[in-house]
């Protein structure tokens, strides 16, 4: 594919570069492979050791991740978030809208009046209207996760 004509090689050439990078390998390590032919670098032999303790690690790393997400889903409801924390701001939205009677400010009620068909026109607010939607979404009793208010620090 590198010695193709076309402008999308360096795509190819891309692709194969991260593919490396996640498997911590290095075009060196590639050229090692081809001169040895039979497809194995030595330095990179799992022992038994090897697979214990990338075991272990995939382990920790699962309970991690299973851990980050059920403390996800006991401060925010998972309606109103995905699995990795986003949130779903149509949702939002729509539980906003749908307790615009709840709020003081008319600029608030006009705004959750127009969010829901904002986002299903963008598919995603704009940080400043994220913002003030979660802004409203706290007032209406909602829950947000910490780590979501941080990015519009």
């Not at 699962?62 to 851990?67: D, K, P, R």
């Not at 995905?82 to 608030?108: F, Q, T, V």
């Not at 995603?124 to 519009?152: E, H, M, S, Y």
Request: hydrophobic share 30%; proline share 6%; with cysteine.
């Amino acid at each position: 594919m590198f010695s193709s004509p076309h402008e999308d090689r360096h795509v190819d050439f891309t692709q194969l570069e991260h593919l490396l990078k996640d498997e911590g390998l290095s075009f060196n390590d590639l050229a090692t492979v081809i001169e040895n032919c039979n497809g194995e670098i030595e330095e990179l032999k799992y022992s038994d050791n090897d697979m214990a303790n990338v075991a272990d690690r995939m382990k920790r790393r699962g309970e991690q991740e299973g851990y980050d997400k059920a403390r996800r889903e006991m401060t925010a409801p998972p309606k109103f978030y995905e699995d990795h924390g986003e949130p779903r701001y149509y949702e939002i939205a729509m539980y906003c809208r749908s307790n615009k009677e709840r709020l003081r400010r008319d600029w608030d009620k006009t705004f959750v009046e127009d969010m829901p068909g904002k986002i299903l026109s963008y598919s995603k607010p704009t940080p400043p209207q994220a913002k003030q939607l979660l802004r409203i979404f706290l007032v209406l009793g909602g829950v947000v996760d910490p780590q979501v208010l941080k990015t519009f620090s």
